[in-house]
């Protein structure tokens, strides 16, 4: 994850939020973009060390309202952003699918003597998914209450429609789950990019 995100997805909507009045903080994670270290050294649990360190971080800032911390995530990130309990949430399709089966994956590479898979030029680990076995993707979801929005494409192939049903039933009452018709895993196209900015800002004028 990096703080550009898909062809600057993450920086088109931090700058769409600013003419409406809301601040946003972007990061690496660890080994990924301009952070320190390298990407087969990334973990889950590092993972979540990084965003709440920029959580305390963000706590700190002037323009930040310590009390209303609102974090987004998407995918993967899905599932590690309710950990910290911030005022709201903003999901972007969030996943769990690489939680299922991780580890069994992870043992049926390293008995053939393969600890790590090449990804498109990086070096993912298996040591990844022995640490990612830690955490259920939906028990952390269970005990967060407080606002949340949930929004997939209709047309993404990675996250299924059933797993943001589940990830609805399980947070409170205040779940918004919203799809955009056509729009993929990474809503790239220009009519996608543009309906989900608008949910996010209208989810976001509604806590002021």
């Not at 700190?60 to 993967?76: T, W």
Request: a negative charge; proline letters at 3%; aromatic letters at 12%.
């Amino acid at each position: 994850g990096n703080k550009s995100g898909y062809k600057n997805s993450y920086t088109q909507t931090a700058r769409f939020l600013a003419k409406h009045g809301f601040a946003s903080v972007r990061f690496d994670l660890f080994g990924n973009g301009e952070s320190d270290g390298e990407f087969e050294d990334m973990t889950f649990t590092g993972i979540l060390e990084d965003i709440e360190d920029i959580i305390n971080w963000t706590k700190q800032q002037d323009f930040a309202d310590p009390e209303k911390v609102i974090l987004s995530g998407q995918s993967m990130g899905g599932y590690a952003a309710p950990r910290v309990n911030p005022y709201a949430l903003i999901l972007m399709c969030p996943g769990a699918g690489m939680w299922f089966g991780c580890k069994e994956r992870a043992e049926a590479m390293e008995a053939k003597g393969i600890t790590s898979a090449d990804i498109e030029g990086l070096c993912f680990a298996t040591s990844f998914n022995h640490d990612l076995y830690q955490y259920e993707p939906f028990s952390s979801a269970a005990g967060y209450e407080g606002p949340v929005l949930i929004v997939r494409g209709t047309a993404d192939d990675l996250v299924d429609d059933a797993t943001c049903h589940k990830y609805e039933t399980l947070y409170s009452g205040k779940c918004t789950y919203q799809t955009i018709e056509g729009a993929n895993h990474n809503f790239a196209s220009a009519s996608a990019r543009k309906e989900l900015n608008e949910s996010i800002l209208t989810f976001l004028q509604a806590l002021k």
